[in-house]
Each structure stands twice: as C-alpha cells, then as structure tokens.
C-alpha cells in the first residue's frame, strides 16, 4: 500500500515539476522583455512589425525632411535591416518598450524621440522632431496570462518538491524513484514543446490580432531549436530510467517471487 502511494506521490511530482518548469521557460520566451529587446533583429523580421515601426517613422519625419512619405518609408525599412550600432541601440528600445506595453507590464505609450529616429532616417535634422508614439495597445488576455503564470509557476513548484518528498517519506523501492524521474523527464519534454513553442507561436497569436502579438511567435520561433533539442534528450533519458527501472522490477520479482510481506502475513494469520 505504502509503496503504491509512493508511486502516485512520484507521479504527481513529476506532473507538477515539469509544468513548473514548462511555465517557467514560456515566462522567458512570451513574457520577459529583456529577451524581446536583446533580440529586436529577430522580432524586426517580422514583415507587419516592421512596416508598422517604419510607416510611422517615415510619416513623422518626412515633413521636416521635405521628402515624400512613400519614399522615406522604403528607406527607413532598408535602414531598420542594417547592422548599424545605433540603430540596433533604438530598435532594442523599441522593441522592449512594445512588448512591455503589449503584456501589460507597462502603463506609458511606447515613444521614439528625435534623437534616435537620426540614425534611422540617416538626417541630423530629425533630431528636432518631438517623441512619436507606436500604436501599441495592451492585450487584456496576455496581460491576464502573464500575472496568472507569476503565482502558477511557483505554487505548481511547491506542490511537486512536496509531493516528491512525501513519496520519499512513503518508503518507495528505489525502482519507484527511478520511475518518478523517468516520467518527470518524459512528462517535461512534452510540457517544453507544448508551452515553450506550440502556444506561443498557435495559441497566443490567435488570442488578438495586433500587430505587435507577433513579438511572441517571433521569439518562440528563434528558441526553436533549443527547445526541440532539451525535449529529445530529456525523453531519451526519462526512457532510459524508465527501461532500468522495470529491469531492475523484473530482477527483483524473480529473486523473491513471494514477498516479505505476505510470509509475515501468512505467519501472522497462522
């Protein structure tokens, strides 16, 4: 009996670890804006973010330039793809103030002043334009998603180090503890793939259709192949531990087919 709820308290630990972990690496792909900004290149592939930032861009500065909006435009998106210090510098701006707004973690409209829109449209005149505001809205339902992760990553944490040492206290065989871990490697290899890329880049994109959701997709798609490659080693070794724990099941039946337990029992009742 006791050793049967080990297994459960494994089980349950192994479930609540892996989401923990799971919800922990989707806070860093959909929700940390220090990585959203470190990696403004990425984001700025995206063709509908881009032609956003560089429309209105080109609309604020063309007047004082004296050159067409539609010409300034193509510019500015030539521009915004260069590897140029000082734009990388405003476009990490740019790009972490959006999503901050964009998940609620930011109350003041997302702005570009003067002097960083000069190294974007190459003329020192734009620096007496004042701030221009990118139309970036916060999104109710990624904002929600955002806070609730805050208190869901560590509540789920403690229930599964609660659970993994309530099995321990269970006197588990150490085939039980090895199977407890085998399924927390397997079950966290599934987690990453579903909550580190197929919901940022399906789900949460199909939440709201603005513009700046794509920051999300972006990311999830960049960490990619980090991602799939941690899944496939964790399931490989959560099958590993798997496989040596029902050899090591296998071995023990055919050392004691009848078991301590029932010959007490059976003396007992005698």
Do not use: N
């Not at 901050?100 to 930011?106: M, P, Q, T, V």
């Not at 109350?107 to 002097?115: D, K, L, R, Y």
């Not at 990118?134 to 999104?139: F, I």
């Amino acid at each position: 009996m006791r050793r049967g709820l080990a297994g459960l308290l494994f089980f349950i630990a192994a479930v609540c670890l892996a989401l923990a972990a799971g919800g922990w690496w989707l806070q860093r792909v959909a929700f940390d804006t220090s990585t959203s900004g470190e990696l403004a290149d990425v984001v700025m592939r995206d063709e509908a973010i881009r032609s956003e930032v560089s429309a209105v861009i080109a609309d604020a500065a063309a007047p004082t330039l004296g050159v067409p909006a539609s010409d300034l435009r193509l510019l500015v998106e030539q521009y915004v793809r260069a590897d140029d210090p000082q734009i990388r510098a405003t476009l990490e701006d740019i790009v972490a103030q959006s999503h901050a707004r964009l998940i609620g973690e930011r109350a003041e409209p997302v702005q570009i002043t003067g002097a960083q829109i000069v190294p974007i449209v190459r003329a020192d005149a734009a620096a007496a334009l004042p701030p221009i505001t990118l139309p970036v809205q916060e999104v109710g339902v990624l904002s929600a998603i955002r806070t609730g992760l805050g208190w869901f990553v560590p509540a789920v944490a403690i229930v599964g180090v609660v659970a993994a040492l309530a099995g321990l206290i269970a006197h588990p065989r150490k085939a039980d503890a090895v199977t407890g871990i085998g399924l927390f490697l397997i079950i966290g290899a599934i987690v990453a793939v579903l909550l580190v890329y197929v919901v940022p880049v399906f789900l949460l994109p199909a939440l709201d259709d603005s513009t700046w959701v794509g920051v999300i997709p972006a990311i999830a798609r960049h960490s990619m192949p980090i991602v799939v490659s941690a899944a496939l080693v964790l399931a490989a070794a959560g099958v590993a531990l798997l496989v040596l724990s029902a050899a090591s099941r296998r071995r023990r039946t055919w050392r004691s087919p009848v078991t301590m337990s029932r010959y007490q029992d059976q003396r007992r009742w005698s």
